[in-house]
C-alpha cells in the first residue's frame, strides 16, 4: 500500500469533482445585496420615513401587480431550483483516476478513449478511422468498430485489446464492443 495514498485519494478527489465555487459566490453576492437593501431600507426608515414612505408604495404597487408578482416568482423558483440541484446532483468530471506506489494520476475520459481505440486498431489490423471509442462514468468502455465492407472484424479480439488496455493502465473498465452491420468501402 503506498505511503501517502490518503493524500493521493484526497487529491484526486478534488480533480475529479466539479467545484461549487461559483454558485456560492452567486449565492452570497444575493445575500450581501439583500442585507444592503435591508440596511438602506434601515438606514432611510431612520433618517428620512417620507423617502421610506414613497418607496414602500412603490414597492406595495409593484407587488399588487400581477405580472410582476408572478415574474418575480418563476425567478425565484427557477433560483430555488438550481441552488437545489446542484446541491444534490454529482458534480463529477468525466476523468478517472489512477493511484500507484510514486503518483497519484487522473486521467481524461477522452484521452483514455483515444488511447483504447489506437490499440485496439493496432491490435486487430484495422485503420484507425474505422474505430472509436466513448468512456463512460459507469465503469463502461465502448468500442464502436465499422469493419471494411466484406471483411469480418473479430469481436473477441477487438474486446481483449480493450480489456489489456485497460488492465495495463490499472483500471478496472468493462468494454462493450459494437460492430456496425454496414461496412465502409476501402
Given amino acids: 500500500m503506498p505511503t501517502h495514498e490518503r493524500l493521493y485519494r484526497r487529491l484526486l478527489r478534488r480533480e475529479t469533482r ?8 452567486i ?3 444575493c445575500v450581501a445585496l439583500l442585507t444592503a437593501g435591508g440596511l438602506v431600507a434601515g ?4 433618517f428620512l420615513p417620507e423617502r421610506l414612505d414613497t418607496v414602500a408604495a412603490t414597492v406595495t ?26 446541491a444534490i ?12 506506489d510514486r503518483a497519484g494520476v487522473v486521467i481524461e475520459s477522452y484521452g483514455l478513449a483515444e488511447s483504447v481505440a489506437t490499440t485496439v486498431a493496432r491490435s486487430c489490423g484495422l485503420q484507425r478511422r474505422q474505430v472509436r471509442a466513448s468512456v463512460h462514468r459507469r465503469r463502461l468502455v465502448t468500442i464502436m468498430v ?7 472484424v473479430d469481436h473477441d479480439a477487438v474486446e481483449e485489446a480493450a480489456r489489456s488496455t485497460t488492465q495495463a493502465l490499472g483500471l ?11 461496412g465502409s468501402v476501402a
Fill in 43 to 46: 438606514g432611510l426608515a431612520l
Fill in 89 to 100: 446532483l454529482p458534480g463529477r468530471r468525466t476523468r478517472h483516476t489512477l493511484i500507484t
Fill in 27 to 29: 449565492a452570497a453576492t
Fill in 18 to 25: 466539479a467545484s461549487r465555487t461559483v454558485p456560492a459566490v
Fill in 146 to 152: 465499422r469493419p471494411v465492407s466484406g471483411v469480418a
Fill in 172 to 182: 478496472r473498465l468493462r468494454p462493450r464492443v459494437l460492430v456496425q452491420r454496414e
Fill in 61 to 86: 404597487d409593484a407587488v399588487n401587480d400581477p405580472v410582476v408578482s408572478v415574474t418575480a416568482g418563476c425567478v425565484l423558483l427557477l433560483l430555488g431550483v438550481v441552488g437545489f440541484l446542484l
